[in-house]
RNA sequence: GGGGGUGUCGCAUAGUGGCUAUUGCAUCAGACUGUAAAUCUGCCACCGUAAGGUAUCGUUGGUUCGAGUCCAUCCACCCCCA
């Protein structure tokens, strides 16, 4: 859809897709076709190498810059994805909360090690209001806020403004919303042809790097199981058809609760073009 | 035809005659500010937004103060013998 909507406008396309930036990961992350990269310029496809990470913010600051030199030329630019944070990064910034990845790594390692209670007495008595916010369950979440705490010395609550900030541009946000049972039938087919174009092989290439941060994704985590002799070649396709429909139903929960969102009705390239180029117009 | 075994939620699974039938998975729903295809949470027999209410362990009957558990019956499936 996103191509379509490119071509009628003869213009680009920015990928919001976290893993998509990746070189090294093609097959699993299901990239448009070189042949569809020819017809229309896309962003942030193949930009850069999973031993250089990219961040939301290090998306939002680089996407910005694309979108300021594109729109000299063109009226409409298509942000196609994925990955819901780093729309919403683009679209409303983020807070400027300082981090430290050699700070986290280190946090995550104690935590491995003794568990989240002392970070968790840390947080409580350094920013109440985010202790009693904030899951306690969730590793991840803990271990930022310290990270930002202990850089700033001020608390999480008071970086975290959740201010939206304002772009030169109008946004309008369409999410194709198919009846769940195609989606699933789509996803697990999806997951048979990576299998057909030689998943496995781009996954074992990867085996040095399997460390990384940016190869903790569905598609690739199966394989190394497999490739690890934990689980049979059977198990892991399901597993990775599975993991594929739970992500997909976690991106519907983050689009439905962006209010401003417009979830569309048709199930075809050609239908959605159409509607989406309707609202366009009765929106002017 | 003879003998043996098994039936518990969508699937798998626990359940010495005694509180409210266990756990896992799937499904569904949710959270999310530099890990985000990550990470985490809840529900999950039925009705109800909820408080709460009503059920239930293949069937029917029985034993017992009390049955998923014991007995009988029938039904379904599996295994062995013929």
Redo the contacts with the bound molecule.
């Keep these: 859809m996103g191509i379509a909507l490119a071509k009628h406008f003869k213009t680009v396309i920015l990928s919001a ?4 930036f990746y070189k090294e990961m093609s097959i ?3 990239k448009p076709s070189l042949e569809e990269q020819d017809e229309i310029k896309h962003y942030f496809i193949d930009s850069h190498s999973i031993e250089n ?6 998306f939002e600051r680089e996407a910005l810059e694309v979108l300021e030199n594109e729109f000299q030329r063109h009226e409409n630019i298509i942000l196609v994805g ?5 729309i ?2 683009l679209c409303n ?7 430290d ?1 050699k700070l ?1 790594d280190e ?2 390692l104690f935590v491995q090690k003794n568990g989240l209670e002392s970070l968790l007495e840390e947080l409580k008595s350094n920013d109440l209001e985010y202790y009693n916010f904030v ?1 306690k ?5 803990i ?2 806020a310290i990270e ?1 705490i202990r850089i700033s010395g001020k608390t999480y609550t008071e ?5 939206s900030k304002t772009r030169p541009f109008e946004i309008m946000r369409f999410v194709i919303d198919l009846p ?1 049972e195609k989606l ?1 039938e789509r996803i697990n087919l999806r997951a048979d042809l990576m299998i057909q174009n030689g998943l496995i092989d781009e996954v074992k290439q990867l085996t040095e790097f399997r460390h990384l ?2 190869l ?4 690739y ?1 199966e394989i190394f199981d497999f490739l690890d002799d934990k689980i049979s070649l059977e198990e892991a396709i399901n597993l990775v058809k ?6 997909a ?6 689009f ?2 962006n209010e401003k969102a417009i979830w569309l009705k048709n199930e075809t390239t050609a239908d959605l073009k159409k509607e989406v180029l309707g609202l366009l117009n009765s929106a002017q």
Excluded at 82 to 86: A, T, V
Excluded at 137 to 141: D, E, K, Q, Y
């Design positions: 897709d976290s893993r998509q699993g992350t299901a990470p990219v961040s939301a913010a290090d994925g990955s819901g944070m780093f919403d990064a910034g983020l807070d400027d909360i300082p981090n990845v986290r946090l995550t899951d369950s969730n590793p991840v979440r271990i930022r930002a970086l975290r403004q959740k201010k769940r699933y941060q940016s903790n994704t569905v598609g985590s599975q993991n594929s429909r739970r992500y139903k976690r991106q519907l929960t983050w439905r609760r």
